[in-house]
């Protein structure tokens, strides 16, 4: 039996998204009743043109969309950032990785005990590792459980946004060259960067600078990384085939063999 767990939030609008990139919207390209009177037109009462009326008919008094045009930022939602976004001089964008950097072995750890104006530090990595007795391999993919998404993700209103964008922990520099160090190829977190919120008041970037350095990828806005903390699993997270894409939404999903 394979187990299956789900690791992306929803792709929504009013989500809150990094600072300086655009955010989620939807709308309707067309509507079942809009359709259906244009079908009714050129074709009569076919079945067809009655299942576009059936909502209607039922009492509804909305329109009901077809299909939905989307506005996405390639780091809005749940997603992966390519070299590309770490390095203007580098040339893989997201269509050229590999299929297996998005999947393989992974780790996951616990590290919501570290208060978000805290740092990750090295020892709080081994913590989590040597208390499940786990231990990194080369080409392993990392994810972190900090309890933010859960505690602070909102939709709502303002300031369930900004608690989200500009309160959390995030990997020193330190802690950052050792993953890479123990050949970790891609860093997953349950917040909004792998960085502390505070780099974007400093601009040091120390996780970022490692991953364009050492050439890691990372994987931000991540959710039930509680569910594999602790825990050795295969990771699937493919991104979206965009040409030229300096990241890209992904749907990561935890394979557990039982």
């Known amino acids: 039996m394979v187990e299956l767990i789900d690791l992306a939030g929803y792709v929504e609008e009013g989500q809150p998204v990094y600072p300086g990139h655009e955010t989620t919207q939807f709308w309707p390209s067309s509507t079942h009743e809009a359709s259906g009177i ?3 037109e050129q074709a ?4 067809s043109v009655k299942r576009k009326f059936r909502a209607r008919d039922q009492g ?8 939905r045009t989307m506005v996405v930022n390639e ?4 997603h992966v950032d ?3 976004h770490l390095d203007p001089t580098e040339e893989r964008s ?3 990785l590999g299929l297996e950097w998005f999947y393989g072995d992974a780790v996951g750890v616990d590290v919501s005990h570290v208060d978000s104006e805290d740092y990750i530090g090295v020892d709080d990595l081994k913590q989590s590792l040597d208390a499940n007795d786990l231990e990194l391999q080369e080409e392993d993919t990392i994810t972190m459980h900090t309890g933010h998404r859960e505690e602070n993700y909102g939709i709502e209103t303002p300031e369930e946004r900004h608690a989200y964008l500009h309160d959390y922990t995030g990997l020193d520099e330190e802690a950052a060259y050792w993953l890479a160090d123990q050949g970790v190829k891609n860093i997953g977190i349950d917040a909004p960067s792998i960085d502390h919120a505070d780099v974007m008041e400093t601009k040091e970037y120390p996780a970022h600078n490692m991953c364009a350095d050492r050439k890691v990828l990372n994987m931000e806005n991540m959710a039930n990384l ?4 602790g825990r050795r699993y295969t990771i699937c997270a493919f991104p979206l085939k965009l040409r030229d ?3 890209s939404p992904i749907r990561p999903v935890a394979i557990i063999e039982n």
């Open 94 to 96: 997201i269509d050229k």
């Open 38 to 40: 244009v079908w009714k």
């Open 226 to 229: 509680d569910a594999v903390a």
């Open 245 to 247: 894409g300096t990241g």
């Open 60 to 67: 509804s008094t909305e329109e009901h969309p077809v299909a």
């Open 44 to 47: 009569g009462e076919t079945d």
């Open 82 to 84: 390519a070299l590309t």
């Open 75 to 78: 780091h809005g939602p749940t």
